[in-house]
């Protein structure tokens, strides 16, 4: 049986920089990545539309789930720290206005090739094509699979979102053997399935900034704002990503009730505002249809929608003979668009995993397991997640920095 100091399951973004930083600080330990995907890095290549949005400048303040067991690591090794890092490997990042971190070459392949290169030393062995199916405390450390055997061991495999990327959510099974507990898990950050006799007819139609919201079970109004983008099976974009777990939790309740969003496709615009410039609209452009009623505030498909949906549009009437209450409810529609959800698309194509080993269950300050002595826990495997915007990948680096740190001490 080959015998290492320090094993770490999962070759992807928490267990390569857990890697990389147990070599540097413990120059002279024998670390192995077993990774069940032929390369290592997969998923990294494919997050922010194959430009990898790494992290955010607002990671600190971000609300992730079990912020506060989250906050050690995300302040040990914070957004500057880890940007530090990956420019001692060779990376140079830029932000944007939302604070949102990319690399400066703008390519996925850029961060998994400066990743590859580190972990590329003499001390660390990576086994690809190697999945863990079992793993078992033994004297002094675990044995993995009954062919290895290692003094420490971090696990770092992931969730089961988007399987196809590498981590199916065999990680988890790993972990109850070694006397872990999870929470419930839910698909995070994925689109929206909705009622396609209004979706349909807007495909691919693209609203810059609209606002979503829906209420939880607790009777709480969820809000999420940004991109939203239509398709024949629903809603896209990141305001309708963000409240896929809310959905889910819904739906896993047995909720028979039909979930509603509603869209305020002007989120920047008061009712009050709306209502004045639709007004002078109808009076000043007597040319104007309902066709175009609103084309110089949403894209001409959406004005359409709202018209139909107030009963407007292929009406006999003028926009010149609209009623004050007309107007009123054209306003109102716009910033309050009933749209019915049926479900999120599922761990499929989800993003990250909401849920995980319980945050209690794992010691804050070093991400060792209070289960189970010389296991780390590194990285989505944790309950621990953010919305869209660079926040996953930080808490990856965040707690697979700190696991590496202190699971690579002998
Ligand atoms: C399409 C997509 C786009 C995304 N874009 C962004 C983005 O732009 N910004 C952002 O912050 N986040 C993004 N995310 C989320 C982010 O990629 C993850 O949160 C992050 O990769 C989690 O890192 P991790 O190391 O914990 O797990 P993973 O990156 O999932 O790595 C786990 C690794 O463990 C391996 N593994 C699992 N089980 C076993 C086993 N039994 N034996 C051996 N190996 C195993 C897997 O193959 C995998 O390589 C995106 C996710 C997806 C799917």
Not at 85 to 104: K, V
Request: glycine letters at 8%.
């Amino acid at each position: 049986m080959e015998s290492f100091d320090l094993i770490i399951i999962g070759g992807c973004a928490s267990g390569l920089v857990a890697a990389i930083n147990a070599s540097r600080l413990y120059p002279g330990i024998k670390i192995a990545i077993l990774e069940r995907m032929p390369r290592i890095g997969k998923k990294i290549l494919a997050t922010g539309n194959g430009r990898c949005n790494l992290s955010n400048l607002h990671a600190a303040e971000h609300p992730y789930t079990n912020a506060d067991f989250a906050q050690y690591a995300l302040n040990k090794y914070s957004v500057k720290e880890t940007l530090r890092f990956f420019e001692s490997l060779g990376l140079l990042t830029y932000s944007d206005s939302e604070g949102r971190i990319y690399p400066l070459s703008n390519t996925a392949a850029s961060v998994l090739d400066a990743l590859r290169f580190a972990v590329n030393t003499e001390n660390i062995n990576i086994y690809c094509d190697y999945e863990v199916k079992t793993v078992k405390k033994a004297k002094n450390g675990f044995t993995v699979n009954s062919e290895f055997f290692s003094k420490k061991l971090i696990l770092a495999a992931g969730g089961k979102a988007s399987p196809s990327q590498g981590a199916n959510g065999s990680g988890y099974l790993l972990a109850k053997q070694l006397g872990h507990s999870l929470t419930d898990l839910c698909p995070s950050l994925t689109a929206l399935n909705a009622d396609q006799s209004v979706t349909k007819p807007l495909k691919g139609v693209r609203v810059h900034s609209a606002e979503l919201s829906i209420y939880d079970l607790g009777g709480n109004q969820i809000k999420r704002k940004g991109e939203l983008l239509f398709t024949d099976y629903g809603i896209s974009g990141i305001a309708a990503m963000e409240l896929a777990s809310t959905v889910e939790r819904i739906k896993a309740k047995g909720v028979k009730m039909d979930t509603f969003t509603t869209i305020d496709f002007l989120p920047d615009m008061s009712h009050e505002s709306l209502c004045k410039y639709i007004k002078n609209l109808c009076i000043s452009t007597v040319l104007r249809d309902f066709d175009s009623l609103l084309t110089g505030l949403l894209p001409k498909a959406v004005g359409i929608a709202i018209c139909k949906a107030v009963s407007l549009y292929n009406s006999s009437k003028k926009i010149a003979e609209l009623t004050d209450f007309e107007i009123e409810n054209l306003a109102a529609v716009s910033k309050a668009f009933p749209l019915r959800i049926t479900s999120s698309r599922g761990f499929d194509t989800a993003q990250v995993t909401c849920g995980g080993i319980k945050a209690d269950e794992i010691n804050k300050k070093t991400m060792e397991s209070v289960i189970c002595p010389d296991l780390f826990i590194a990285g989505e495997i944790a309950d621990v997640d953010g919305n869209c915007g660079g926040f996953n990948l930080q808490w990856a680096w965040s707690s697979g920095l700190l696991a590496g740190e202190l699971g690579g001490k002998l």
